[in-house]
């Protein structure tokens, strides 16, 4: 009973079942009896073998092949994800491809801005750049940007467009890096928990009891919506133990959690856990347009919103010929053509001037009236010491 | 049963091992060794200078030393300046109060993870290991599910089952007009780690429960033992290997824990982890950063070793091979058992209610339509009500556009077929190892193994020499198994930027162009290690005697392994083969690292949803996410007891339950 009888059909059988890794129960047919010793190693090789074609055919649509196919060039753009899956990514692409016959436009965008920017200096210091063109690096990284020379000197004469970008967005003297977009970090509350009166409206309303554990924060060391809440702080009350360490002081009752990300705190804030939360002054314009809902709103504190400027330059390293093609990508980026896209997709304010808003954009996405901005060098030579003082400070231990 | 196979196998010339160790060693030192000098080279050379921004590609300065030893001379300086510039951070972070609390915090709250892992796993180990029901394999199939979950599902559903407003509260509040506050403490954390880590437990504990040969239960018995004390003195030391190996699991994922703890605990109670990823992506500190994951790494892993070291410690061997026979899950008749009988039963359920609740809050939850949405759906509560198949109608749309991202659907195939290369990589690399770890390699040779030495005595005392030999070497192998080990206790963000930096330079930067074995290989460098923690224990219950009878009836090792050894260690191969699956299919950081344009995978795809604002979406993801791994698990499960046992074996161990 127990020979091993070869079955003429019984490695045919297994292999053809194994080869279905989407499909296990396929293979049930796989019995000892026509599966002998060694024949299930060779399964496992040929289980392998096709494996490798199956990746290698998921390979296909990666950088490297693709150039393969046609006598097009290549540009190749690191974003992050939601400027992709979300925002103008794909409008942008059509449109550049047409006014550029035989340009291929490739948006690489797996992670969040931060892991861009820590793949993109990865790929840099091991002299591989893959990207042409960084999309979207959050102001607080520029200073490690300039001090691992990720980007190349601009010159502006190329980029007509930047004459519409107000220079106060212009963050870098040494101009190697142009603003994408730009919004505000304020706080975000629920109206049908707080009814927009009793809404806090300062920095000293948010430490009243009433609210004790109702705002939900997120955390500087890990994200940069909570980084400019953080560098808000800052800037409003100064630095050291009588600045903002002692306001964060009055305000940790109040704070229901510090989040770690801000999908986890608006998600959080979306199921009611708390009826304030940190986030973008465009939220109420994107509720009422996607959802028709004006339920939850924008609270500015003392008049004050802390901008984010979004910024794009290109990689060092690339060479000539894609070089001129990154220079009128990055042009292409500032027009009013493509701003006039950002508020309704990015959900941020476009950087140039004469973009159209849309009005129900113009209507509720708030424009604190007092903008502050901590100056990117500052924040650079501080951070360090502010977020471990902020940490040591925070601590449940 | 003995196959003819040709004459130079026969004659013993037949070495499988050639192969069959070249390929993990090759594996290891490309994959694990060199990313890791990378890394500690980062350290003592920091980030180069990236100059040269006009100048053509092709021109990037290279290593002015010439001649391959000047190249090897200067290299071994810089791992030598490296290695002086970790010491000085390691000795900088052990002063500083700062990182000093950090890491007390971090070990403490592990501990503490673990032990609630092993109270929560050991009821469901001992209920599938002991009892037959209807379901019961499914069940046991079921059980890795929630492991690959990604943490931000899991702190989605916990806060939807147990937050503020969750439905805990909620009925609380409606039924009693009280309103706990569980979340966003420590306790929240603590249950999120065990939430992950039980399920691991089950694994390996079951793994060992059913190694167990029932005469010794039995023998106890006979002699007049009760079973409550066969349990303590038989059943539970035989059970220490498989304990030790889930709860050393336990302990280095809740020590290394990064995005469950900053979601359900919030940034009060930071680890280790989040300082690192703080100090390596967000400050550009490759120094700091790469010293306290050292410091993390050493301990975790002299925490694994004390595991490792208590597994070997109560492994025995055994000589038997009947099956641990399952009872018929019943009331008891007898008056006296039905207090236990009541406290496993409320035990079983609390726990059920434990996993259950936070799952099935996020399948409701994708079925709901978008919160914040306005209109009628919202009731005047703030309670949305009514169900929509919204967002899976978005998940299963196949023409969303690929170029730009990568569909949802596309996601679910890339996953499986990652995570299906990364399970067969894991097992050809870690079946060899973990064979030579369990002291295997020598069974079959005439000497007795290395576990039984003692006990043997009588039949070949070896002189002193031998038995010092014998002792280094099983040393030696315990501190490389150690290392072996390493993936699982380094830190994921400075794992992935090792891993960067190696993906880039010349050896494996041809992978870059097909970034999907890229991949495949880095996730099984996370994955391998389980293979081996659940496949050693399994093997070490084995008895020589087994092997060796095999081969003196004439089998070759080989076959010995393939038709004796390897069926009495299924259930641990494919605990690790089930794990190494799982790992891939959860794992993020490294995939974002190195993917393509449209490479996505099914948790990637999730938090592209979530930045995307679509909650509804992610949901739904993570349902189809448990639904598509749910399935996988009870397919392999089955495809691999099939293979194992064979149609035949599987009934004749279904005949002694």
């Known amino acids: 009973m127990h020979l091993c009888v070869s079955h003429p059909g019984g490695r045919k059988v297994a292999s053809s079942g194994l080869t279905a890794p989407a499909a296990p129960s396929a293979s049930s047919t796989i019995s000892r009896r026509t599966l002998p010793a060694l024949s299930c190693l060779q399964a496992v090789v040929l289980v392998s073998a096709v494996l490798l074609i199956g990746l290698a055919g998921l390979a296909r649509n990666g950088v490297g092949t693709a150039t393969a196919a046609a006598p097009t060039q290549q540009l190749v753009v690191y974003t992050y994800d939601s400027f992709v899956n979300w925002g103008p990514a794909k409008e942008i692409q059509k449109r550049f491809q047409a006014s550029h016959p035989g340009v291929e436009l490739v948006w690489v965008a797996p992670g969040d801005s931060g892991t861009m920017f820590a793949r993109l200096v990865g790929e840099l210091q091991a002299r591989r750049p893959t990207a042409d063109v960084f999309v979207g690096l959050a102001d607080s990284d520029l200073p490690a940007a300039i001090a691992q020379q990720v980007f190349q000197p601009l010159d502006y004469r190329l980029l007509p467009n930047l004459k519409d970008v107000p220079a106060r967005l ?15 970090i304020t706080l975000v509350y629920d109206s049908q928990v707080i009814p927009p009166d009793r809404a806090p409206k300062t920095f000293a309303d948010l430490l009243q009891p009433q609210w004790r554990k109702k705002i939900i924060a997120i955390d500087p060391a890990a994200s940069s919506p909570g980084m400019a809440f953080l560098l808000w702080t800052i800037a409003r009350f100064g630095d050291g133990p009588d600045g903002y360490l002692a306001y964060w002081k009055q305000l940790a009752p109040n704070l229901l959690t510090i989040a770690g990300g801000w999908s986890e705190a608006y998600s959080m804030f979306e199921q009611g856990e708390a009826p304030m939360v940190v986030s973008y002054s465009t939220d109420m314009a994107y509720s009422y347009i996607s959802n028709h809902s004006t339920r939850y709103r924008i609270a500015t504190l003392d008049g004050q919103g ?20 990154a220079y009128e990508f990055l042009n292409f980026m500032l027009s009013t053509e493509v701003q006039a896209l950002i508020p309704t997709t990015n959900w941020m304010f476009p950087a140039n001037s004469q973009a159209p808003l849309p009005p129900d954009f113009a209507r509720y996405a708030v424009t604190p009236a007092q903008p502050v901005r901590l100056p990117a060098e500052t924040v650079a030579a501080h951070r360090e010491q502010w977020l471990r003082a902020w940490s040591a400070q925070i601590r449940a231990y | 049963m003995v196959r003819r196979l040709p004459v130079w196998a026969r004659q013993g010339r037949f070495r499988l091992g050639g192969l069959v160790w070249a390929l993990p060693t090759l594996f290891l030192l490309t994959f694990l060794v060199y990313p890791l000098i990378l890394l500690v080279l980062q350290v003592a050379v920091g980030p180069a200078p990236l100059s040269a921004p006009a100048g053509p590609p092709g021109a990037m300065p290279l290593p002015a030393t010439s001649g391959v030893f000047g190249q090897l001379a200067a290299a071994g300086q810089e791992v030598t300046t490296a290695i002086g510039h970790l010491a000085r951070g390691v000795a900088v972070i052990g002063q500083d109060p700062y990182f000093r609390s950090l890491i007390r915090f971090t070990a403490w709250q592990a501990l503490l993870s673990t032990l609630l892992s092993v109270l929560i796993g050991l009821p469901i180990a001992a209920l599938l290991s002991n009892y037959t029901f209807r379901g019961r394999a499914l069940l046991r199939s079921l059980t890795l599910v929630p492991f690959v979950l990604p943490p931000i599902s899991v702190a989605l559903g916990f806060i939807l089952m147990y937050g503020n407003n969750g439905w805990l509260n909620r009925f609380l509040a409606a039924a009693f007009g009280v309103r706990l506050s569980l979340l966003y403490s420590l306790p929240a954390i603590l249950l999120a780690h065990a939430f992950y880590n039980a399920p691991v437990l089950v694994r390996t504990v079951s793994a060992a429960w059913q190694a167990i040969d029932p005469s010794l239960e039995e023998a106890a018995r006979s002699l007049g033992a009760s079973p409550r004390r066969v349990f303590w003195t038989v059943t539970l030391p035989a059970l220490v290997p498989g304990i030790a190996t889930g709860a050393a699991l336990a302990f280095v994922f809740s020590f290394l824990s990064f995005p469950l703890v900053l979601a359900l605990g ?71 058992a039905w207090v236990s009988r009541m406290v496993a039963a409320v035990t079983l359920a609390a726990i059920a209610v434990f996993y259950v609740g936070p799952i099935l809050a996020l399948v409701v939850q994708s079925a709901r339509p978008a ?40 996601s679910i195939r890339n996953s499986l077929v990652l995570a299906t290369a990364t399970m067969l990589v894991s097992l050809l690399v870690a079946t060899p190892l973990a064979y030579a770890f369990a002291g295997r390699l020598r069974v079959g040779r005439g000497v007795a193994g290395a576990v039984p030495a003692e006990g043997e005595a009588g039949h070949l005392r070896p002189c002193w020499g031998r038995q010092l030999a014998a002792r280094l070497s099983r040393w030696g192998t315990a501190v490389i198994e150690t290392a072996a080990m390493a993936p699982l206790a380094i830190s994921s963000v400075a794992l992935g930027f090792a891993l960067l930096q190696a993906f880039n330079r010349p050896p494996l930067a041809g992978l870059r162009g097909a970034p999907a074995l890229a991949i495949v290989a880095a996730h099984s460098v996370l994955a391998y290690p389980f293979v081996i923690r659940t496949l050693r224990p399994a093997l070490e219950a084995i008895g020589p005697e087994l092997p060796e009878s095999a081969r003196l009836l004439g089998a070759n090792r080989w076959q010995a392994f393939r038709t004796v050894e390897l069926p009495l260690a299924a259930t641990g191969l494919l605990s690790g083969a089930l794990l190494s699956f799982a790992m891939s299919l959860s794992e993020t950081s490294a995939t974002i690292l190195l993917a393509g344009p449209g490479l996505s995978t099914m948790p990637i795809t999730l938090y592209h949803l979530l930045s995307a604002r679509n909650f509804g979406g992610a949901s739904a993801m993570a349902v189809v996410l448990l639904a598509v791994t749910g399935l996988c698990f009870v397919g392999v499960e089955a495809v691999g007891q099939r293979w194992v046992y064979g149609r035949n074996g599987r009934r004749a161990r279904g005949s002694a339950e």
């Open chain 1, 306 to 325: 802390y901008e984010q400027v979004e910024l794009m330059g290109i990689v060092t390293g690339v060479d000539s010929s894609r070089q001129r093609l």
């Open chain 1, 170 to 184: 212009l963050l870098d003297p040494g101009r190697r890096v142009v603003p994408l977009d730009h919004g505000f």
């Open chain 2, 266 to 336: 919030g940034a009060r109670f930071a680890t280790v982890e989040v300082e690192i990823y703080t100090q390596i992506r967000i400050l550009l500190n490759y120094r700091t950063g790469a010293a306290l994951a050292l410091v993390e790494t050493i301990l975790s892993l002299a925490f694994s070793y004390g595991y490792l070291w208590l597994e070997g410690r109560f492994a025995r061997p055994q000589v038997g091979v009947r099956p641990h026979p399952l009872h018929r899950l019943e009331w008891p008749r007898r008056p006296g």
């Open chain 2, 371 to 410: 919160a914040g949405g306005g209109g009628p759906a919202v009731a005047a509560s703030g309670v949305v009500s009514g169900w929509t198949l919204q967002a899976y109608r978005y998940v299963f749309t196949p023409e969303y556009d690929a170029i730009v991202g990568d569909s949802p659907l596309a």
